[in-house]
């Protein structure tokens, strides 16, 4: 089992930034691929973005590259998300998740773990 808590959530105008963690807890953090998803009311969880267990691969979606950036810290056991140039539609519910899948895993039914989520939310 690994328990997955986010944090750094919050209200940001448009523009603006926010740095997302996510802690793990329970069986080995670094024997796990790391990934964000998010998801806005009525829509389905979209991938976000993914990091490779020593962090030396990551992906990302179209709608977040450039602007976003995965990293981990397998010392701490912990994820990170840093969102930059936020945008109106960027707004959703954020949720970080782990997979023992190796390679680039972009569906959610690919991930083993999931935690709650932390509310993002950009105002124009």
């Known amino acids: 089992q690994v328990q997955l808590v986010e944090s750094g959530g919050g209200l940001v105008q448009a523009g603006g930034s926010l740095r997302l963690s996510c802690a793990a807890s329970?069986?080995?953090?670094?024997?796990?691929?790391m990934g964000w998803f998010r998801q806005a009311p009525g829509k389905e969880r979209d991938f976000v973005s993914r990091i490779s267990r020593s962090a030396d691969n990551s992906y990302y979606a179209d709608s977040v590259k450039g602007r976003f950036t995965i990293s981990r810290d397998n010392a701490k056991n912990t994820v990170y998300l840093e969102m930059n140039s936020l945008k109106p539609e960027d707004t959703a519910v954020y949720l970080c998740a782990a997979t023992s899948v190796v390679g680039i895993t972009t569906s959610s039914a690919d991930y083993d773990y999931w935690g709650q989520g932390t509310q993002v939310t950009v105002s124009s």
């Open positions: 329970g069986r080995t953090f670094s024997s796990y691929g």
